[in-house]
C-alpha cells in the first residue's frame, strides 16, 4: 500500500454555489468523500493549504505548495494537488524548478465541472492523479482527462471541455485508464543528491503580448517597475522594425539591466531567431532566446532565475538551461 498525501488548494473541482457564482470551499476530506471506495486501495492524508480561486494564485503561493511537498517528502510516496485549471499549468511548471531533483510523483490536478455535480469530470481526475501518484516515477505532473503531462509542457487551451489541458512540443507521458498506466514517453532516473528545495523567486516578471500598432514607448514602463520582460512575438520570433520600430527600446530595456526573453505566440515548434531578418536584428543584443518552451513554463523560470542572481548573463545561462524537460534536447528525437 502507498501513502499518499494530498494537499488541497481551491479550484473548480472543490467548489459549490454561491450566490455569486461557484467558489471553492470544500474541505480535502470532503473531496476524498465523493470517491468510490472501492478504488482507494492507498492511503491517503490530506492537507488543505488554501482554498482559493486559481485565478488569485500568486507566486508566494507556489512557495507554499513546493514548500509542503518538501517538508512531507520522507513520510509520503507522492503527492496530489488538487487545483484550479485556470493557472494550473504555471504552478505545476513552478513546482517543476522549485522541486528539484525529485524521485516522487508530484500530480496536480481539478476539473471543469465541481465534484459535486452529477456530471462532474472530478472524480475521474481524482482518480486518475491517485493511480499516477501511486507509480514509481519522479517528477511533477499535470494529470487531466487520462492524460500524463510533464509539468512544464502543460497549458490549457480549453475553458469548457474535459480535455482541457494538451502537452505543448512534448509528448504525453503517459495515458490512463483505470488503474492501468500505458507509459508513452520514459522520463530519465532521477540522479542521486535528494530532493532540493529551491524558493527563490522574484516576481518583478512582466508578459507583454505584442500586436500590430504596439508603440516603443510602452517599453520605457518597464524599467523602474521589472527585473524581467517577456515578449510574446510574431512567428518564429521577430519584431516590427519598421515604422513603430521596437528594437532600440528593447534594447535600452537590456542596457538597463532588464533581462528579455523572446518567445512567440505560436503554440507549435517554438521560435527561431535566426530564420528570419526580423529575428537576426532582435538576436544582436543579450536577448533570451525561449526555444520550445511554452509561456506558462518561461513566466516561473525566469522568476526562479531573478531569484538565483541580478546577473543578466547568469539569467540568461539559466533560463537557456533545460531544466525538467521544458526545453527540446536537440539530440533527443521527439515522438
Known amino acids: 500500500m502507498k501513502k499518499i498525501l494530498l494537499l488541497a488548494t481551491g479550484g473548480t473541482i472543490a467548489s459549490i454555489p454561491a450566490e455569486e457564482g461557484l467558489i471553492p470551499r470544500m474541505t480535502a476530506e470532503e473531496l476524498i468523500s465523493f470517491l468510490p471506495k472501492e478504488h482507494l486501495r492507498n492511503q491517503i492524508d490530506s492537507k488543505v493549504l488554501m482554498t482559493i480561486d486559481s485565478i488569485n494564485m500568486q507566486p508566494e503561493f507556489w512557495v507554499k505548495i513546493a514548500q509542503a511537498v518538501y517538508e512531507h517528502y520522507d513520510n509520503y510516496d507522492g503527492f496530489i494537488i488538487t487545483h484550479g485549471t485556470d493557472t494550473m499549468a504555471y504552478t505545476s511548471a513552478a513546482l517543476s524548478y522549485m522541486l528539484q531533483n525529485i524521485a516522487k510523483p508530484v500530480v496536480l490536478t481539478g476539473s471543469q465541472v465541481p465534484i459535486i455535480r452529477k456530471r462532474t469530470d472530478g472524480i475521474r481526475n481524482f482518480l486518475d492523479a491517485i493511480c499516477f501518484a501511486s507509480e514509481d516515477i519522479g517528477g511533477v505532473f499535470v494529470v487531466f482527462d487520462g492524460k500524463v503531462i510533464i509539468g512544464t509542457r502543460a497549458m490549457k487551451l480549453r475553458t469548457k471541455s474535459y480535455d482541457a489541458f494538451e502537452s505543448i512540443n512534448f509528448p504525453y507521458i503517459a495515458y490512463i485508464n483505470g488503474l492501468d498506466v500505458k507509459y508513452n514517453k520514459p522520463v530519465r532516473p532521477v540522479k542521486h543528491g535528494g530532493l532540493?528545495?529551491?524558493?527563490?523567486?522574484?516576481?518583478?516578471?512582466?508578459?507583454?503580448?505584442?500586436?500590430?500598432g504596439t508603440k516603443p514607448e510602452l517599453f520605457d514602463c518597464f524599467k523602474h517597475l521589472y527585473k524581467g520582460v517577456i515578449f510574446e512575438s510574431f512567428g518564429t520570433g521577430g519584431v516590427p522594425f519598421q515604422e513603430r520600430n521596437l528594437l532600440p527600446k528593447i534594447h535600452e530595456l537590456i542596457d538597463s539591466g532588464v533581462s528579455?526573453?523572446?518567445?512567440?505566440?505560436?503554440?507549435?515548434?517554438?521560435?527561431?531567431?535566426?530564420?528570419?531578418?526580423?529575428?537576426?536584428?532582435?538576436?544582436?543584443?543579450?536577448?533570451?532566446?525561449?526555444?520550445?518552451?511554452?509561456?506558462?513554463?518561461?513566466?516561473?523560470?525566469?522568476?526562479?532565475?531573478?531569484?538565483?542572481?541580478?546577473?543578466?548573463?547568469?539569467?540568461?545561462?539559466?533560463?537557456?538551461?533545460?531544466v525538467a524537460y521544458d526545453i527540446a534536447n536537440p539530440k533527443e528525437k521527439m515522438k
Open 260 to 322: 528579455v526573453v523572446t518567445t512567440t505566440q505560436c503554440l507549435q515548434e517554438g521560435e527561431d531567431l535566426g530564420l528570419y531578418e526580423a529575428g537576426w536584428k532582435v538576436a544582436q543584443k543579450m536577448i533570451i532566446s525561449s526555444r520550445d518552451m511554452n509561456t506558462e513554463a518561461i513566466v516561473p523560470k525566469l522568476m526562479w532565475a531573478l531569484g538565483q542572481t541580478d546577473n543578466p548573463k547568469e539569467v540568461k545561462k539559466i533560463m537557456e538551461t533545460p
Open 196 to 212: 532540493k528545495l529551491d524558493i527563490s523567486l522574484c516576481p518583478d516578471v512582466f508578459l507583454l503580448k505584442l500586436h500590430p
